[in-house]
Nanobody
């Protein structure tokens, strides 16, 4: 079955960096676009970044452009989110997502807290 397992979250000071990882299994990872979403308390889940199957195209939410970088290693079936210049408003649970055929798959999420 499809599994997505995020890791790398934690507490970081404003201006700091974190690198999230999402290890995928149960499907042919290299064939699918992968996404990172986040959900802050009291807010709707929002799309943060997207990367196409071969990694040739990426897209970002305006709020993270220039600070976050999505990448993938198809040999390791892993997608990453490098987050730099973190701000308190980046505090959220971050989720890895894959849409396979008509089904949405999600990881369990990893908490990112940006606070001094």
């Amino acid at each position: 079955q499809v599994q997505l397992v995020e890791s790398g979250g934690g507490l970081v000071q404003p201006g700091g960096s974190l690198r999230l990882s999402c290890a995928a299994s149960g499907f042919t990872f290299s064939r699918y676009t992968m996404n990172w979403y986040r959900q802050a308390p009291g807010k709707e889940r929002e799309l943060v970044a997207t990367i196409t199957s071969a990694g040739g195209s990426t897209n970002y939410a305006d709020s993270v452009k220039g600070r976050f970088t999505i990448s993938r290693d198809n040999a390791k079936s892993t997608v990453y989110l490098q987050m730099n210049s973190l701000k308190p408003e980046d505090t959220a649970v971050y989720y890895c997502n894959a849409v396979i055929w008509i089904s949405d798959y999600w990881g369990q999420g990893t908490q990112v807290t940006v606070s001094s």
